[in-house]
């Protein structure tokens, strides 16, 4: 049976698009099934789950989509500033950062905020979840490279590098990760918690995505996207994926090769084919769909089991048409007041505000 795919993006323009994509044996293509126009502000973040599309914004907001039901769940108001990266953990947490210097552990089951770590002096800039669950790493603006223990929700480690970092990358297996500064992506082993390769790209660095345990897709401010072994630290191949400059890339292990999917300013999507083996070839070109939108954040989406959809496209909503919508609705926004972790770089300390549940507010 072939895979139900699903492309989210999101844009300037503040609109979050949803594609469905149908497969053919060399031609696939992506068909408008949904847009989610609840922010006010342009979109910096997307992560997707089994059943939740969710979208983080410089309005201070985390907005949720279901994948189920195929509606607007709400929002997140707890951070103060924009929210900069967004990540799950399976399907029953959700982890956020942004520019308050929080990182927050959400449970999706009610969503309600779990933790609420004052990770960074400065602003959070990327996180990324052990593939365990039982570690992440944050970087952010204060030159700090953090080790968090999300059992108790405190600092395991702190390394001061001597820029500030803008993305964090866990491999497959958790035995390596990535620290990407401006242009230059440092290979560090968890063994020894130490660089043991650097690669540097023509251009800054925008996205980065290991398509499995040693190759990893780097694109940046120009229109190629290339792939570096991280076991050897070197580029094994290269290719120019768009005209302009490449925003994100992502990735899905299928049957019998890699789905690599970048999206660019230009307002395309590409749906690209590798064939994971030890002499990479450029991948070959399955599709791809313009949104004619500036595109700043990607993500795809697999259907479980968990959903069942309907595949006639003219099911797609338009933005106004969703607009007009959620005005009709109930909108479900929650705020929390829970417990603070400070974490101080000599002697982690433990500050508490008062209790507090959370609020629902409904207009």
């Known amino acids: 049976m072939a895979a139900v795919l699903e492309l989210i993006a999101g844009s300037y323009e503040q609109i979050t698009f949803g594609y469905r994509v149908q497969t053919?044996?060399?031609?696939?293509?992506?068909?408008a099934d949904f847009t989610h126009h609840a922010h006010t502000a342009s979109i910096s973040a997307v992560a997707a789950s089994e059943r939740f599309v969710v979208t983080g914004s410089k309005d201070e907001t985390i907005q949720l989509y279901d994948m189920k039901k195929r509606t607007d769940h709400g929002a997140l108001l707890h951070h103060d500033g924009t929210i900069t990266c967004l990540e799950f953990y399976g399907n029953s947490h959700l982890l956020s950062g942004g520019e308050d210097g929080l990182l927050c552990v959400w449970s999706t089951k009610k969503w309600e905020c779990l933790k609420t770590i004052r990770a960074h002096k400065g602003h959070v800039t990327s996180l990324s979840v052990h593939p365990s669950g039982k570690l992440a790493l944050s970087v952010g603006t204060d030159k700090t490279l953090r080790t968090w223990n999300l059992i108790n929700g405190r600092s395991a480690f702190i390394k001061n590098i001597k820029q500030n970092a803008h993305i964090v990358r866990w491999s497959?297996?958790?035995?390596?990760?990535?620290?990407?500064?401006?242009?230059?992506?440092?290979?560090?082993?968890?063994?020894?918690?130490?660089?043991?390769?650097?690669?540097?790209?023509?251009?800054?660095?925008?996205?980065?995505?290991?398509?499995?345990?040693?190759?990893?897709?780097?694109?940046?401010?120009?229109?190629?996207?290339?792939?570096?072994?991280?076991?050897?630290?070197?580029?094994?191949?290269?290719?120019?994926?768009?005209?302009?400059?490449?925003?994100?890339?992502?990735?899905?292990?299928?049957?019998?090769?890699?789905?690599?999917?970048?999206?660019?300013?230009d307002g395309y999507i590409k749906m690209w084919k590798?064939?994971?083996?030890?002499?990479?070839?450029?991948?070959?070109?399955?599709?791809?769909?313009?949104?004619?939108?500036?595109?700043?954040?990607?993500?795809?989406?697999?259907?479980?089991?968990?959903?069942?959809?309907?595949?006639?496209?003219?099911?797609?909503?338009?933005?106004?048409?969703?607009?007009?919508?959620l005005d009709k609705k109930k909108k479900r926004v929650r705020e929390t007041t829970e417990e603070v972790i400070v974490e101080d770089e000599s002697k982690p300390k433990k500050k508490k505000k008062k209790d507090g549940g959370k609020k629902t507010v409904k207009k």
Do not use: M
Not at 317 to 324: H, I, M, P, V
């Open 24 to 31: 053919a044996e060399n031609e696939w293509t992506a068909k």
């Open 172 to 265: 497959p297996d958790g035995d390596r990760y990535v620290v990407v500064v401006n242009d230059k992506v440092d290979i560090y082993k968890l063994e020894t918690a130490s660089i043991t390769g650097t690669i540097t790209n023509p251009k800054r660095i925008s996205s980065v995505k290991f398509l499995n345990n040693s190759v990893l897709a780097v694109a940046g401010d120009d229109e190629t996207v290339r792939f570096c072994d991280v076991g050897n630290a070197k580029w094994v191949c290269e290719f120019r994926a768009h005209e302009t400059r490449v925003k994100a890339v992502d990735s899905l292990i299928l049957d019998d090769f890699c789905l690599l999917v970048t999206a660019s300013n």
């Open 274 to 325: 590798i064939h994971l083996k030890e002499e990479l070839e450029s991948p070959i070109l399955l599709g791809e769909v313009n949104t004619t939108a500036r595109l700043t954040c990607l993500s795809v989406w697999r259907l479980s089991s968990l959903q069942q959809i309907s595949d006639d496209p003219s099911n797609a909503t338009t933005s106004e048409e969703l607009a007009q919508e």
